[in-house]
């Protein structure tokens, strides 16, 4: 006949057979999480039963699902089939919306890490052609300055839109201006005709084509110099203007201490190009 204690399980034992930890098991215990069946008259040491691998079972699936120990022991206490389902599709939903947001911010990790390792290997200092693919952008509508709007005006009216628009936070996202192929070539380069910044899920997109691009070195605005020297060397390349100007700042507070060192990246559109 088996004795009473037969079926008694060592604490090392029961963290080998249940793929956890002594110490693990030794904190349950602290806490009244799971206490072990009793202690062994001989040797004062903690023993556990066969069904008590269950019971830590149950707490390994509630970690899983994210909930603290503080939660997982009023769970248990009081588990039924309807309030366990319940937790399951309350912690699912959960579990949507945390994809979604690791989602978000993969695209914007690449975003910033294009940008910033794209300023790094950037020809800073030579005007140059050169071709680009399209990009996913969300781009702001036309900019109204009546009223007495100002550029920060229309900056926190982009943001609004933004969030209505794409239901992004966009201040995930570097801003950036796009100036009209009217306001280049009247070079009045002080008012951005919209606000737009880059997003793999974006509305709209930066056409692929043929562009002039130029790099300076300034804080956000300060790109007049380059916009002249670009036009400048349009002009005496005999190249067309045909889109507006893109100007983005792919090193900025992000990766710069030092406002005016941003690297400031102008490109717009031409046609009839000869290097």
Not at 5 to 15: K, Y
Not at 98 to 107: D, G, P, V, W, Y
Not at 162 to 167: D, G, L, M, T
Not at 257 to 272: A, C, G, H, Q, V
């Amino acid at each position: 006949m088996k004795s009473e204690h037969a079926a008694e399980i060592g604490i090392s034992d029961l963290a080998r057979l249940s793929r956890t930890t002594r110490s693990t098991l030794l904190h349950y215990d602290r806490i009244g999480l799971l206490k072990p069946a009793g202690r062994n008259e001989k040797n004062n040491y903690r023993y556990y039963r066969q069904k008590q691998i269950q019971d830590i079972r149950v707490i390994s699936v509630f970690l899983n699902l994210g909930y603290k120990l503080s939660q997982i022991s009023e769970i248990i206490k009081e588990r039924t089939p309807d309030k366990i389902c319940s937790i399951i599709q309350e912690r699912d939903a959960c579990i949507d919306d945390e994809i979604a947001n690791l989602q978000t911010e993969k695209r914007m990790l690449k975003v910033l890490n294009d940008l910033i390792c794209g300023g790094m290997a950037a020809e800073r200092c030579a005007i140059h052609i050169e071709k680009l693919n399209s990009v996913s952008i969300l781009l702001g509508p036309q900019i109204d300055y009546s009223d007495g709007k100002t550029t920060d005006d229309a900056l926190v009216d982009f943001c609004n839109y933004a969030i209505k628009a794409q239901e992004q936070d966009p201040m995930h996202y570097p801003i950036w201006a796009v100036l009209s192929k009217e306001h280049l070539e009247s070079r009045q380069f002080d008012r951005p005709d919209h606000f737009f910044f880059v997003t793999p899920a974006g509305l709209n997109e930066r056409p692929a084509g043929t562009y002039l691009t130029g790099y300076t070195r300034g804080y956000y605005g300060q790109g007049a110099s380059l916009y002249n020297s670009m036009l400048d060397y349009a002009e005496k390349h005999g190249l067309s203007v045909i889109g507006p100007a893109w100007e983005t700042y792919p090193l900025n507070e992000i990766s710069i201490t030092e406002p005016d060192n941003y690297l400031i990246r102008i490109s717009f559109m031409i046609s009839n190009a000869v290097q």
